[in-house]
Each structure stands twice: as C-alpha cells, then as structure tokens.
C-alpha cells in the first residue's frame, strides 16, 4: 500500500485510510488475489494422482484434525 500512497502523493500526515487508497487505485485486494492463488493451487493438488507426494501430504493433513506437524517437507 505504500507504493500506491506514493504514486498518489498522499502523506501519512493526510490521513487516508487503505481502503480509500485502495479505491483510488482501482486495483483488487492482494487479500483476494492470495485467496484466488491459494483455492487454485489447492484444486491443482486435488486433481493429482493419489501417489504423488504432494497430493499424499495434503490428503493426510485435511484428513486429521488439526495437526500442523503432520506436514514433513523433506518427502517433497
């Protein structure tokens, strides 16, 4: 967002909220953008054949409950 507050030629002494700064640009939130990337990735990895091994480390962790350490990144 700073990039834009320069581009804009606003200051941090005008007081102008992101989502004003946001609406000026025109641009879509990297928020959305992140989400969109993120949904597509995951879709990509669903579609894979069940022995890959990235396909495997997601399968395992969705599966458990809630388990961060499930996920072992020296199999990928």
Do not use: K, Y
């Amino acid at each position: 967002m700073n990039c834009h507050r320069e581009i804009l030629g606003i200051r941090w002494s005008h007081f102008v909220s992101n989502v004003d700064v946001q609406t000026r640009t025109g641009l879509t939130p990297l928020g959305e953008i992140l989400a969109a990337r993120h949904i597509s990735v995951c879709g990509h990895i669903a579609r894979l054949e069940s022995d890959v091994p990235a396909h495997m480390q997601v399968h395992r962790f969705v599966s458990s409950s809630s388990s961060w350490s499930l996920l072992e990144t020296t199999s990928w």
